[in-house]
């Protein structure tokens, strides 16, 4: 069936460092994947999205791009801030449509001045 | 753009009593769904509705749960009797039509804890 499979948090990195979180995946075709992220305290929000095999999604600094050869979404930044700490989770529509998501694990991110 | 809008947010409560959680979607989304967050099991979905029909209730892990959805500006989650497992954060989310063309917007959560 479908499913996501995220690299195990927490991933602690120092500010400027770059940031690379794993996103594997299982599916029927080729749906579209996402990255939303969640700030403490809050809830999920869309950080990033791809649409198609090698499309690149991007948002505030934050790159995912999707390998079909690899079923793979990996999330990467160049340069980390204290702001971005948060949980970051992969997901993918279920195959049966109704924009029912299936996330991923979560991956806590602590990033110190 | 109000959100999407839950209450309480926290909520704690004994063993055996009712709790009901509540959720406003967004104004002219359709589509809303019901998740449940814990350490231990990640992101669950326990349902989702569309055009405030339930369309799979497959998520929900017990009879004691229920929920409604009885116009498009309104839902609740119920929990009948609660148990202290069922300590989680609840989510809310909803979105504009189906399919991955709309992203989900969540709500804050309500923290239930259950003594």
């Known amino acids: 069936g479908d499913s996501v499979t995220q690299m195990e948090g927490p991933v602690t990195l120092s500010e400027e460092a770059f940031l690379t979180i794993n996103c594997t995946y299982t599916?029927?075709?080729?749906?579209?994947l996402f990255w939303y992220v969640q700030y403490p305290g809050e809830g999920l929000q869309l950080l990033l999205k791809?649409?198609?095999?090698?499309d690149k999604g991007s948002n505030k600094g934050f790159e995912a791009t999707y390998r079909k050869e690899t079923t793979s979404f990996h999330l990467e930044k160049g340069s980390v801030q204290v702001s971005d700490s948060a949980v970051y989770f992969c997901?993918?529509?279920?195959?049966?449509?109704?924009?029912?998501?299936?996330f991923g694990a979560g991956t806590r991110l602590a990033v110190h001045p | 753009d109000a959100g999407v809008i839950q209450s309480p947010r926290h909520e704690v409560t004994e063993m055996g009593q009712e709790v009901t959680l509540r959720c406003k979607p967004i104004?002219?989304?359709?589509?809303l769904f019901w998740y449940r967050q814990t350490m231990m099991r990640g992101l669950e979905l326990l349902i989702y509705?569309?055009?405030?029909?339930?369309?799979?209730d497959s998520g929900m892990p017990e009879d004691r749960f229920s929920a409604k959805m009885p116009n498009a500006s309104f839902s609740t989650l119920k929990i009948q009797p609660s148990e202290p497992r069922d300590s989680a954060v609840y989510f809310c989310?909803?979105?504009?039509?189906?399919?991955?063309?709309?992203?989900?917007?969540f709500g804050n959560g309500t923290r239930l804890t259950v003594t």
């Open positions: 989310a909803s979105s504009l039509g189906w399919g991955d063309k709309s992203p989900l917007h």
């Open positions: 599916a029927t075709g080729y749906p579209s």
């Open positions: 791809a649409t198609k095999a090698d």
């Open positions: 997901a993918l529509p279920f195959s049966g449509g109704y924009n029912k998501l299936i």
């Open positions: 104004s002219g989304h359709n589509s």
């Open positions: 509705f569309n055009n405030n029909v339930p369309i799979d």
